[in-house]
């Protein structure tokens, strides 16, 4: 059974840190890449960053681009999302998905990933 899990969400100030993991298992994490998504209230899901399966390629929204960092620990079976200098606009639901892709390119449309967390929440207080 696929599942994937995150951790490390919680309540943090304006400027500070808070890391993200994502543990998979039931399927071969390896061959997929990953991508961590936010849903705000009010707005639509999206992608915030993206690591393709081999680590070797990353995508970041303009707007978390020099404060956030993914990376994966294939061997761990586990992605990881860095968030530094965070601002009140990055509080939302973070989910983490996995795309069937063993291409260079990360995906962004939400509807080619195959598998979802069940998100964590990420507030930031001003």
């Known amino acids: 059974q696929v599942h994937l899990a995150e951790s490390g969400g919680g309540l943090v100030q304006a400027g500070g840190s808070l890391s993200l993991s994502c543990t998979a298992s039931g399927y071969s994490f390896a061959m997929y890449a990953v991508g961590w998504f936010r849903q705000a209230p009010g707005k639509e899901r999206e992608l915030v960053a993206g690591i393709n399966w081999a680590g070797s390629n990353t995508y970041y929204v303009d707007s978390v681009r020099g404060r956030f960092a993914i990376s994966r620990d294939n061997a761990r079976n586990t992605a990881f999302l860095r968030m530094d200098s965070l601002k009140p606009e990055d509080t939302a639901v973070y989910y983490c998905?996995?795309?069937?892709?063993?291409?260079?390119?990360?995906?962004?449309?939400?509807?080619?990933?195959?598998?979802w967390g069940q998100g964590t929440q990420v507030t930031v207080s001003s």
């Open positions: 998905a996995a795309d069937l892709n063993m291409g260079s390119v990360v995906r962004v449309d939400q509807n080619e990933y195959d598998y």
